[in-house]
């Protein structure tokens, strides 16, 4: 069975501070994906990444930054000098990287409260 | 600006009212999905509709009654609520029901049952 683990409730720091969400994943398939999304008070999901599981390369954008490591079976998330806008719940996924019927599915993380004080 | 999009954003129901939301995807997908997300738990996958087919239904109780009427158009309808159904619904697509495509969601519609 698939399974997200963020650990981290809650989170809060001081603006300009580097921040990592925790997250650990639990899969039987050598073949899955794992996401990121960010979800401000308006309530929308929004995308920030995609990874695949043969792709353990450690990505940025910005002041984003996404370490991928299989052997922890974790994908860590790195906002570096925080702003007040970063103040939000961030989710981890993970799916199957096969289609159709019933084995589809995206399993989501409880979520960690992010927020950045001024 | 997002590619899908729900309507109302907010809606405060009686228990014995029927009312719908509405969602509209312009990304060309071909899976549409509502999701609830109650506080303090975990994002619920409710229904999965593949080419307008209904391909899942996670045990959702009947008062929830989803349509599909093409791959660009997704409705919840919603009648005989209970106070405990107050929550964000958050209507997504992606290209296909594959593992490896991202799902996008819409802002979601905050529904309040008294």
């Known amino acids: 069975a698939q399974k997200v683990t963020q650990a981290q409730t809650e989170i809060s720091v001081v603006e300009k501070e580097d921040v990592t969400l925790d997250c650990v994943y639990e899969t039987r398939d050598t073949t899955y994906y794992l996401f990121w999304y960010k979800q401000p008070p308006s309530g929308e999901l929004v995308f920030l990444i995609r990874?695949?599981?043969?792709?353990?390369q450690n990505e940025i954008s910005g002041r984003y930054s996404w370490n991928f490591q299989k052997s922890t079976s974790s994908f860590n998330f790195t906002i570096t000098a925080s702003q007040v806008v970063d103040s939000a719940v961030y989710f981890c996924a993970l799916s199957e990287a096969n289609s159709g019927g019933s084995n589809y599915k995206l399993t989501f993380g409880k979520g960690t409260l992010l927020t950045v004080n001024p | 600006e997002t590619g899908v999009t729900q309507t109302p954003r907010h809606l405060v129901m009686g228990m014995t009212n029927k009312k719908s939301l509405k969602c509209e995807q312009h990304l060309g997908h071909n899976a549409m999905y509502w999701y609830k997300q109650s506080a303090k738990k975990p994002l619920e996958l409710m229904f999965v509709y593949s080419l307008e087919e209904r391909v899942e239904n996670n045990s959702v109780p009947s008062r929830f009654s989803p349509e599909c009427p093409n791959s660009s158009h997704l409705f919840l309808h919603l009648h005989t609520l209970q106070p405990e159904d107050s929550a964000l619904y958050l209507c997504a697509s992606s290209q296909d029901r594959a593992g490896r495509n991202t799902i996008y969601f819409g802002e979601g519609s905050w529904l309040t049952v008294v």
């Open positions: 990874r695949n599981s043969f792709d353990e």
